[in-house]
C-alpha cells in the first residue's frame, strides 16, 4: 500500500458497514460513553455558524481506547429553506461530512472516509437501539415524519429488525413522501398530515430540518416511543412543549443535549437518563410511558463506524 491515506468512498462503507456489524459496537461505546471513565473521550462538538449562507460547520472529535480507535468527523449542515418552494427533490443535500481516522499509537492520518453513509447509518442504528429497549410491548404501527437521507437509513434498519404492520409517513412536500415509498418498494402509507401520520402509531420518527414544533403531544397515543433525531440546534424544534413535559426523556448525551437541543432547552424538559446509562442498566428502560429518545449525533458513533469500515476494508487488501 501506498504511504498516501486511502480514501474509502460511500459505496465502500455502504459494503462494509452492516447494521449487523455496527449495532453491538455501538452498544458498548454508548456504555462507555456514559459511564465516563476514560474510555470514551468525546467533548461536545464545535459548531462554527455559516451566518451568511443560513448553514453550519461541525469538527467531531472522539477516542476510544476499548476499540483503539482516534477519528474526527467534519460536517456541515444547510438549513436549505429555498426547498420548500422549489424542486426539493433535486435539491443541493443538506448535509456533507467526512471521517479523518487516525493511528491512536503515532498519530498518523489512516483515511479519509466518506462521511454521509456513516452520518446516515450509525444514526438510524442508534435510534433502532432506543425503541428495541423503549417501544411498548406491542408495537405494530411505524411514523416516520421526513423523508429525507435520515428516514431512508432509518426505514431501512427498522424493516430489518422490527416487524411492524403499518407504515405511516408525512413529509412537508407530499411528492418527497411518495418518491420515498416508490424507492422503497415497500408498503407506506402516505398521509396529507403530520397529525394524521402519527395517529394511532406505537413509534414515530421525526427526522426533518424542521425549526419549529411539526410533533404536538396531543396527537402522540400515551405510551408510545418517539426518536426525535432533528433539531440539533439550540432554537430548534420539532416536539412541542407539552410532548416534551410529558414524555420520560432519554438523550445520548446529556451535555451534548442540553448545549444543542432546542426541543430540551425551550421547554424546560428534564432528562431522565442517557441511552448508554439504559443500555448498562444502571437507569431504567420505562417502556410502558410515553419516551422521547432526543439524539444529537455523538462523534463516537462516528469513530467507531470508521475504524470498522477501515479494518473490513484493510483486511480484503493483500500487501504489496
Ligand atoms: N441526531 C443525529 O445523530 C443526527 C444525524 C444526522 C442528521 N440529523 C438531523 O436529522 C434531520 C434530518 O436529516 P437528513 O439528513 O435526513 O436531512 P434531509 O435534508 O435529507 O431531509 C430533511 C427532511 O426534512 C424536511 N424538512 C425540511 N425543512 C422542514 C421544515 N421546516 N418542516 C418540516 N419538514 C422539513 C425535508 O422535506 C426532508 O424530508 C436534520 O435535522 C439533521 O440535522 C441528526
Ligand atoms: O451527529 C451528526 O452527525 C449530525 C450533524 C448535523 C447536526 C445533527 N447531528
Redesign the pocket.
Known sequence: MSDRPPFLEAEVVKKFLTYTALIPLLKTALINFSAGTGAVVQPVRTIVPVANYGGFLGVMPAYSATDDALATKVVT?YE?KR??DEN?ISAF???HSTVLLFEPRNGSLKAIIDGNVI??RR?AA?SAIATKLLKPASADVLCIL??????HSHFEVFMELFSFKEVKMW???RE?AELFASTMKANVQVCATAREAVADADVIIT??????P?LLGEWVKPGAHVNA????RPDWRELDDSLMQHCVLYVDSREAALKESGDIILSGAEIFAELGQVLKETKPALAEKTTVFK????AI?DTVSAKLVFDLWSATKTPE
Open positions: 449542515f436549505n426547498a420548500a426539493e443535500p443538506s448535509h452520518t446516515d444514526t442508534v421526513g423523508s429525507g437521507a435520515q428516514a413529509s412537508r412536500r418527497s427526522v426533518t430540518m424542521a425549526t419549529e411539526i433525531v432533528g433539531a440539533c439524539s444529537v449525533g455523538l458513533e
